[in-house]
């Protein structure tokens, strides 16, 4: 009796185990370590397949961006999607906790309900991914990657338009092997994941416990060779110690082929990339054995095995993996060897493309950063800035407010401006959050026109600052020693800081220190936190005339006579010209330095060394005493520019300082000679890498030119939006367009700007400047200026980088000479293969280039009004720059498929002029020679 309890005992422990083996999956982690976000749901919920879902409103609590889409009548999914118009910073991330050295598939479910027009990028982390555009009603974009911090983040970077989304879904792999550890700094995209199971819905959980979606096949596809057929297998029963990646519903069904069994994928991306190819075998036809179903493998035709044996070795089923390089199209092909009675075989398989990931933001500035922004944030929960804050502080693209730069490798914040609060939703008040100090590589600090209070923290003695901006907030106590005493510190400004002590210790270093309490009354101080900047108001220029003249008097009375020495007539190493405006806007210094003649001979060799020629006069190549090389440019006697021209530019580029804008270093004016001295482009200009010498010599690729025109583009709007006072150049061209060591665009030659009329001026100038070819026609029939003179010129400058071609050139064929004129009609008839630059044909994306040209064509509209001002022609090219550094595959399929997303913007017609309206300047000037 006893031994037949025992017995049944056993045998009931034996099917306890085995319905645990049957519940409980060995290979990867349960729902309840899955993350699942609704985005906009109004409550957590659990959908039919046992997931959980939270919704996102922990992390973005606004609902103003929430819509339900209307989609198809047979979707039954979740239908709502969050949309992030932009109020400030330049991406949304989500925050999802991960668990460092662990591997995660992460996904994100798009859906467009035709509400609004977007393309945006998707990062994971700071590594792009995939774009997404509203032109397709829903994308779904998964990844694969290991967890480098125990954070990660999902971005999704503005482009045009609002970015949007709908789910989010972070599932841990476990004992899923997708071999990260041979790739340790990429994220795998998925291209696909098929099996060939014969039912209507896609397989995933519960049956695929890691929630892998595999798509389903029911029928073959008519690319997947000749003769293929299905063969199922209701019951899997794996042989050997072979584990299953895939569930047993994958398994079920093969694809066949007597002979030859062909894969095909189209529509990759055309660049180069690696992509890892996951094959999974399983013997459906349990009467084959060992030897009876052999074949080879083939990759984009390379044999990677041989003579592969879905039963050899004990067991029925088998696992691949192999890399491949492809670009455009990657096909799979399995071909029967000869001897094997059957033909080969796949259940499924899964193709991944390799993108490096790219290194983060240092990690010091990054907890730092987070420190300043959670001391902020205590008494500015209200401010909107803090919504664009979330993420890597500088890339995929930095923050509101900061600047990064690259050091060792690693992006490192180099300048925090949090200045005028009342642009981010309310001024910035509290104390002045003492973690800044601790940015290692910080150089620049703005943080006034806020409401900031309390004392000025201490700074560490190794700090690299050059300028602190603390004016208009309400801080109190004295300065302390730390700050005053900063090796680099050049600007430090505490202007209208009532309670800051006025006594200055006798330890300062001398930098430029701007104090006092004039001109800070409430009612003023208010109207300079809403015209922040350096000061170009009325009358700065003929303060710095004056200045100037002191200058020029002094250095004429009192320099040394007798034997030339260089470094004695490196005339005031730090001179600086503080230009604030009538109004004592923010003060701002620029160094200009002043240069002896003999200095100037001295630095060029006596002008041996020939690198242009102006209208200006000559510009010759030299070298300073600090090893700096300078372009120097030189009068001529005969130039048709004179002392205007030199006296404006010197004093335009004394008030005004961009990174896309050739900085003027220095001049000199002796002996009759009017010199100016720039840091030396070692690129050269636009139009000679377009089609002069250098171009001959290394041709300017679409991504270089896209991102130079961006430069140019943002120089162009620093000038439009200078002080409250627009600068218009008057002579943007290709040639005042030049390029430093690092291919950086920076706009030139300003001796022809000048500031716009303002109400009351008159908006007729005497004389029209610019050059043949570049001008505005409204501007030259009508003699009336406006800073769409400049963007109509830009226009050109586009269709310049676009076409390679001169945009003026009488010795082609007649319709030719005007590059504007020529190129209209192919954009009208949607030919612009016709017109591109031969040199850059087929290496360049079709819709970042087609941005590019609607930018330029609205720019060459006939009538000012009908043009973009340079602050939206920016975001254009942001766009454009944004879509081909990130590369996806709905572009590509709309390229392969013949669709044309831009039919809309081909509608459009350039009316033939009429007797109203400006003409070309062709038909009103014979074409001179460009000045």
């Known amino acids: 009796m006893m031994k037949e309890f025992d017995y049944w005992v056993l045998r009931l422990i034996e099917f306890s185990i085995i319905c645990l083996l049957i519940l409980v999956p060995s290979t990867s982690a349960d729902e309840g370590s899955f993350v699942s976000i609704a985005c906009c749901t109004e409550s957590n919920y659990t959908d039919s397949r046992n997931i959980s879902w939270i919704s996102d409103y922990n992390q973005f609590p606004n609902a103003t961006g929430c819509h339900t889409i209307q989609s198809e009548a047979d979707y039954s999914g979740y239908n709502r999607s969050r949309a992030f118009y932009q109020n400030s910073g330049q991406k949304r991330c989500y925050k999802l906790s991960t668990e460092k050295g662990e591997d995660y598939l992460i996904r994100a479910t798009f859906l467009f309900g035709h509400i609004w027009s977007s393309s945006f990028s998707v990062s994971v982390g700071v590594t792009p991914i995939s774009v997404v555009d509203s032109s397709e009603d829903s994308a779904v974009v998964e990844g694969i990657f290991r967890a480098t911090e125990d954070n990660t983040y999902l971005c999704l970077v503005y482009g045009k338009g609002a970015p949007y989304i709908s789910e989010l879904e972070l599932r841990p792999l476990q004992n899923l092997k997708y071999y990260l550890e041979d790739f340790p700094s990429s994220v795998l995209k998925l291209v696909t994941r098929n099996s060939f199971a014969i039912t209507k819905d896609d397989i995933r959980y519960p049956n695929d416990t890691s929630d892998r979606i595999w798509k389903s096949n029911p029928s073959a596809d008519p690319g997947t060779g000749t003769g293929t057929y299905h063969i199922s297998q209701p019951n899997v029963s794996i042989s050997g110690n072979a584990t299953a990646s895939p569930p047993v519903q994958v398994l079920q069904t093969a694809l066949a082929a007597p002979d030859r069994l062909l894969l095909l994928h189209n529509g990759l991306p055309t660049e180069s990339y690696q992509y890892l190819v996951f094959l999974y075998f399983y013997e459906v036809d349990r009467t084959v054995q060992a030897g009876e179903r052999v074949f080879d493998i083939f990759l984009n035709d390379e044999l990677k095995k041989r003579r592969f044996d879905v039963s050899g070795n004990g067991s029925n089923y088998k696992e691949l993996s192999f890399t491949v390089t492809a670009n ?53 929960q209200e401010s909107e800035v803090w919504e664009g804050w979330s993420g890597d502080p500088c890339l995929p693209v930095p923050w509101d407010g900061i600047t990064c730069e690259s050091v060792a490798g690693y992006a490192v914040i180099t300048v925090l401006d949090l200045s005028s609060g009342i642009q981010r939703g309310g001024f910035l008040k509290g104390p002045v959050p003492s973690s800044i100090t601790k940015l290692t590589y910080l150089r620049v600090l703005n943080l006034s026109h806020n409401d900031f209070t309390g004392n000025i923290p201490a700074f560490l003695p190794s700090s690299l600052l050059t300028s602190v901006d603390l004016s208009f907030n309400d ?53 300079q936190r809403i015209i922040i900047g350096a000061a170009a108001a009325s009358g700065s220029l003929l303060l710095t005339i004056v200045v100037g003249i002191i200058f020029y008097t002094w250095r004429r009375h009192f320099l040394p006579q007798g034997k030339f020495d260089m470094k004695q007539h490196h005339m005031t190493k730090n001179l ?46 030299g070298t300073l005493i600090d090893g700096q090389e300078v372009a120097v440019k030189v009068r001529s006697a005969t130039s048709t520019q004179g002392t205007r021209e030199f006296e404006n530019e010197l004093n335009l580029l004394s008030a005004i300082r961009h990174e896309n804008l050739v900085p003027l270093l220095g001049y000199c004016c002796e002996n009759d000679q009017e010199i100016l001295v720039y840091p030396f482009m070692s690129n050269g200009s636009l139009q000679d890498r377009l089609y002069g010498e250098a171009a001959k010599r290394k041709i300017l690729d679409w991504p270089t030119r896209l991102s ?23 002579d943007v061209k290709s040639s005042n367009i030049l390029l430093d060591h690092s291919m950086t665009a920076k706009v030139a030659d ?21 050059t043949a070819g570049y001008l505005d026609p409204e501007y030259y029939m009508t003699h009336h200026l406006s800073a769409k003179s400049d963007v109509f010129s830009f226009g050109v400058v586009l269709l310049e980088i676009v076409c390679g071609r001169e945009p003026l050139n009488i010795h082609r064929p007649r319709p030719e000479w005007s590059l504007v004129e020529w190129a209209k009609p192919y954009v009208r008839e949607s030919k612009i293969d016709e017109i591109v630059d031969p040199n850059i044909k087929g290496a360049y994306h079709a819709e970042a280039m087609w941005r590019v040209v609607e930018v330029a064509l609205s720019c060459i509209e006939p009538f000012a009004a009908s043009r973009p001002n340079m602050i ?6 942001e766009d454009a720059l944004i879509i081909e550094n990130n590369a996806s595959e709905y572009m590509r399929s709309i390229e392969s498929s013949g669709s044309n997303r831009f039919s809309m913007v081909m509608e459009r017609r350039i009316p033939p002029p009429t007797p109203s309206e400006p003409s070309s300047i062709l038909s009103q000037m014979a074409p001179p020679e460009p000045r």
């Open 475 to 527: 801080l109190g106590g004295s300065l302390p020693i730390s700050l005053i005493s900063l090796p680099h510190l050049d600007i430090l400004n505490i202007r209208c800081n009532p309670h800051v002590a006025k006594d200055i210790p006798s330890s300062f270093n001398g930098s430029t220190l701007t104090t006092g309490q004039e001109s800070c009354s409430a009612q003023e101080a208010s109207n």
């Open 576 to 621: 600086i010209f503080s230009l604030p405006s009538m109004d004592d806007l923010v003060m701002k210094s620029i160094s200009i330095e002043t240069f002896t003649l003999e200095y100037i001979e001295a630095a060029t060799q006596r002008y041996k060394t020939l690198i242009g020629e102006g209208g200006f006069g000559s510009v010759y190549r």
């Open 708 to 730: 130079i025109a961006l430069g140019a583009a943002r120089g162009l709007t620093h000038l439009h939006n200078f002080a409250g006072r627009c600068i218009i150049h008057r």
């Open 750 to 770: 300003f001796g022809f700007s000048k500031y716009a009329p303002q109400e009351g001026d008159s908006c007729a100038s005497l004389e029209v400047r610019g």
């Open 328 to 380: 455009g199209s990657l096909n799979l092909t399995l071909v029967k060897v000869s001897g094997s009675e059957n033909g080969p075989i796949c259940n499924a398989y899964e193709i991944l493309q390799v993108l490096p990931w790219r290194p983060e933001t240092n990690k010091s500035d990054v907890e730092v950063i987070l420190e300043v922004r959670n001391e902020v944030l205590k008494s500015n």
């Open 872 to 877: 939206e022609i920016v975001r254009e090219l």
